[in-house]
C-alpha cells in the first residue's frame, strides 16, 4: 500500500537527519494505522561484544508485535531504486537477532505472535510530501 503524507517539519540536510525523519514519518504512520508505538532506535549492547543491530520501531497492533525496519532517500534521482532494497539478508539477520533480544529482554516468549516489517519513505522536499510503504511480513523469521 502507498500512502502520502504532507511534511510538516523541515526537511532534513544530512543522513542522520534523514533517517531521524523517516522514522518521524514512520511513527506517525503507524499511529494513524493503529498501531502501539513500544519501543523506538533498540539496541541491544552486551559487555562482551559489540553493538548486534538495531530496530527502529516496535509496534503492536491486534496482539502482534511488529518490529519494523525504516529506509529511508530524500529527493530520490535513481530511477528504479527504492530505499526497501537497502535491507539485504546481512541487515535482515541482525534485524531477526536484535528482535529476539528484545523479546527476551522484555520477558516475551519467543514463540508470541511477531513479525518483521519494512517502511520505505521517500521525502521529496520540492512538493514537500513523502511516499510511504510498508512491506508487512517482509522478513521471515
Do not use: C
Not at 511534511?7 to 542522520?16: D, G, V
Not at 553493538?51 to 535513481?78: H, M, P, Q, W, Y
Not at 527504492?82 to 528482535?99: G, H, L, M, N, R
Amino acid at each position: 500500500m502507498v500512502y502520502f503524507k504532507e511534511l510538516m517539519w523541515k526537511t532534513a540536510e544530512n543522513s542522520k537527519e534523514v533517517g531521524s525523519l523517516g522514522e518521524k514519518i514512520a511513527s506517525e504512520y503507524l499511529k494513524e494505522k493503529g498501531y502501539k508505538i513500544l519501543d523506538r532506535n533498540y539496541s541491544p549492547r552486551f559487555v562482551s561484544g559489540p553493538l548486534r543491530g538495531e530496530i527502529d520501531i516496535v509496534a503492536e497492533k491486534e496482539d502482534i508485535i511488529s518490529f519494523i525496519e525504516v529506509k529511508t532517500l530524500k529527493d530520490n534521482l535513481v530511477q528504479g531504486f527504492s530505499p526497501e532494497q537497502k535491507v539485504d539478508f546481512e541487515k535482515q539477520k541482525k534485524i531477526i537477532k536484535t528482535a529476539e533480544s528484545w523479546l527476551m529482554e522484555k520477558k516475551i516468549p519467543l514463540d508470541s505472535k511477531q513479525q518483521i516489517d519494512i517502511i520505505s519513505v521517500e521525502i521529496n522536499s520540492g512538493s514537500k510530501k513523502a511516499k510511504i510503504r510498508h512491506f508487512q511480513n517482509a522478513v521471515f523469521l
